[in-house]
């Protein structure tokens, strides 16, 4: 199957790591709705993690992100409480809670993230490279950590240091 839009309803068929993709931090995303998709309601996008891979902690200060695990091991820190989470397992974490995530599998893991309100997925895309699931990016991007210091105020996101 190809991405499909089936009508001018919006709606839409994707396959695994189909929709907007690109490498970020050395996981692979999948954006599957945007926000401009739901009036900015929400967006979902689909992350292969690698072992050992998971964002710095941070605080979202716009939306509520929760985590759908699909496949894999993942310790989800919400606070300072730790939470281990696979295959089939769900975390919501409301805005204004410091969290983070990490893939604790010596295998990749799968999760969808659902951001509500959407629009922190245009600031991942921003941020990563073009890609698609089997092309890792060739060069590894040194400037990805500070372009995301400089651009997170501007998405509502803290990162804890």
């Not at 995303?29 to 690698?50: C, D, L, R, W």
């Not at 699931?133 to 400089?150: A, F």
Request: net charge negative; charged share 25%; hydrophobic share 35%.
């Amino acid at each position: 199957m190809n991405e499909n839009v089936l009508d001018k309803s919006g709606i839409s068929v994707l396959e695994r790591g189909q929709g907007e993709s690109f490498w970020l931090m050395g996981d692979f995303y999948a954006i599957k709705t945007t926000s401009a998709q739901t009036g900015g309601a929400y967006s979902i996008v689909e992350i292969e993690s690698f072992p050992g891979n998971g964002p710095p902690m941070h605080i979202h200060r716009r939306e509520d992100e929760c985590f759908y695990v699909v496949e894999g091991a993942f310790s989800v820190i919400v606070g300072d409480r730790i939470y281990d989470v696979a295959d089939g397992d769900y975390v919501r974490v409301p805005r204004d809670t410091p969290h983070t995530y990490k893939n604790v599998g010596a295998v990749p893991g799968r999760i969808l993230v659902v951001l509500t309100p959407g629009g922190l997925e245009r600031m991942w895309a921003g941020l990563g490279q073009p890609g698609r699931l089997n092309e890792k990016p060739r060069i590894e991007d040194d400037t990805v950590l500070p372009r995301l210091l400089t651009l997170a105020p501007d998405f509502g996101l803290e990162i804890c240091t």
